[in-house]
């Protein structure tokens, strides 16, 4: 029965009081803000940027390393560019100075055989001569 007598003194419309109820609640955020949520906001937003400084720390060193693994590929990748391109000119350079020691080779040989048929044929014509002088001097001889 208690209950039913404060049922009477329930208000809908707003008096004056509605301005001490908002002004109470006004002070009382102004307090929990100062004593309760600020030391919890700061120490939630040092903990985010400790937290977000280690990763993105992190980031950053995994960045930096991706970085450089890509400039050395790079470097590899030209090293080895440059290095096939001085095997193929060495190479290149190897088989021109082979084909002109060949050539050379031939040209000498060609002469020499040259040579050597000439003097081949100075003798085989020589012989001839002395082949016929002497078949001469047999058939003389024979004859006498």
Do not use: C
């Not at 600020?38 to 120490?43: A, C, G, Q, S, W």
């Not at 280690?54 to 930096?64: G, K, M, Y």
């Amino acid at each position: 029965m208690h209950l039913l007598a404060f049922a009477g003194a329930i208000q809908l419309f707003p008096d004056g009081t509605i301005f001490i109820h908002i002004a109470l609640v006004l002070i009382m955020i102004w307090v929990l803000n100062r004593t309760f949520f600020r030391p919890i906001n700061n120490v939630i937003a040092s903990r985010d940027k400790f937290h977000g400084g280690r990763n993105t720390e992190a980031e950053s060193i995994l960045n930096d390393a991706a970085q450089k693994e890509s400039k050395y590929t790079q470097e590899m990748l030209a090293a080895r560019s440059e290095g096939y391109e001085l095997s193929a000119e060495r190479r290149s350079k190897a088989v021109a100075d082979r084909q002109a020691r060949i050539a050379a080779a031939k040209a000498e040989t060609g002469a020499k055989l040259a040579g050597e048929k000439d003097q081949l044929a100075k003798l085989t014509a020589e012989a001839r001569a002395e082949i016929a002088s002497e078949a001469d001097k047999l058939a003389e001889q024979i004859s006498t």
